[in-house]
């Protein structure tokens, strides 16, 4: 199974490098590691041009969410993941996703748990694969980042290209459908760290608020009577 791997990138050069090498310490054969650059103005490009087995476009988009749905239509592979240019996969992250879906033919997305970084501390999260935890962001229990799940093409052929208008929730967005609509299995294997220094994009983004919204805007569209019961969830967690 070639599984192609996808990065976003704006001003990376802090952390770049460490996302790709933690590519190439899979030594997993198959696969393409495509990078989309927002025209970067610090040194992540050089640093990108040093490793000459990646894909790279350095253009001006409209943001993470516009480079996303580029490095999607420039990849090939039969599996997808989105590496984030300030994360890192766990050794053996690959083997175990592929060897996850040759276990489970009909498993359209492979999720295991990933380690949260930041300044302060570091702790595992397990994510669900339940719609109805997943509703319950606060709980944390969905899928922090996607450097934890792994998914077949298909699945993003069919719900289409992320909003480009929208990125900071555009996982949770994205996660929503795939729970809604395809088949996920949950393994128990740490596959990536999420990292948050304080200085990157998730540290500074108002997360929650965000995460709210995409979920909100999704019961909208999905299902009314859902929308009450995310409301009530909503109030019972505030409550306790």
Do not use: C
Request: charged letters at 20%; aromatic letters at 14%.
């Amino acid at each position: 199974m070639k599984i192609s791997v996808l990065t976003p990138s704006f001003n990376s050069g802090k952390y770049i490098k460490r996302a790709i090498e933690s590519v190439l310490i899979q030594n997993y054969s198959d696969f393409e590691h495509i990078i989309v650059d927002s025209d970067s103005y610090d040194d992540t490009v050089s640093i990108i041009q040093e490793y000459p087995h990646i894909k790279l476009r350095s253009e001006k988009d409209s943001g993470q969410s516009e480079a996303m749905n580029k490095a999607f239509n420039m990849s090939s592979g039969g599996i997808i993941v989105y590496l984030n240019a300030d994360d890192e996969f766990l050794p053996g992250a690959f083997d175990a996703a592929i060897s996850a879906f040759q276990a489970n033919k009909d498993a359209d997305m492979i999720i295991g748990n990933l380690i949260f970084k930041s300044a302060t501390e570091s702790s595992l999260r397990i994510p669900s694969i339940r719609y109805t935890d997943v509703l319950q962001y606060w709980l944390n229990l969905f899928p922090n980042n996607p450097v934890s799940y792994f998914y077949k093409r298909k699945v993003q052929e069919q719900i289409g290209e992320f909003p480009v208008d929208d990125h900071y929730s555009m996982d949770i967005w994205f996660i929503l459908k795939v729970y809604k609509q395809f088949k996920v299995v949950k393994i128990d294997a740490t596959l990536g760290i999420f990292h948050s220094d304080g200085y990157n994009k998730t540290a500074i983004a108002d997360l929650g608020q965000n995460l709210h919204n995409a979920t909100k805007n999704h019961l909208i569209n999905d299902n009314p009577w859902l929308l009450l019961f995310f409301y009530y969830k909503l109030l019972l967690g505030r409550l306790k």
